[in-house]
């Protein structure tokens, strides 16, 4: 059985490198999300038990979303993938709920390596 994911960035070409850096091997239901809204929409529904989501974008960015997934106990691996590495944005993503934190643009073969790591695979 495939495992729902969702990628949510504001990038359509961001969205795509990141489907493209996916292990093949990777059981998976790929859903897309452009902002927040949209994020927490498909993460509701249950098209995101896994979701990586960028920081920086529209409507909602992904700190709300954070917030909003924790305030509401929404069942949801998240792992933020964004260009933004400072310390204080790591800190913060994880102190809100994050899993692990990928740099931008996603290497597949780090991708695989965090997934690992947190038996998503």
């Given at each position: 059985m495939s495992t729902p994911l969702l990628i949510c960035d504001d990038s359509k070409m961001a969205r795509k490198q990141v489907a493209r850096?996916?292990?093949q091997d990777w059981s998976?239901?790929?859903?897309?999300?452009?902002n927040g809204v949209e994020a927490l929409e498909a993460i509701r529904a249950?098209?995101?038990?896994?979701?990586?989501?960028?920081?920086t974008m529209p409507?909602?960015?992904?700190?709300?979303?954070?917030e909003t997934v924790h305030a509401e106990q929404l069942n949801c691996v998240i792992i933020v993938i964004s260009a933004d590495i400072q310390p204080e944005a790591f800190s913060r993503v994880k102190a809100l709920g994050a899993l692990d934190f990928i740099k931008k643009p996603v290497d597949g073969d780090a991708l695989r390596g965090t997934l690992s790591t947190y038996g998503l695979l």
């Open positions: 850096a996916l292990p998976v239901d790929i859903s897309y999300a452009c249950g098209r995101g038990e896994i979701v990586f989501l960028d920081l409507e909602l960015d992904g700190y709300q979303v954070l």
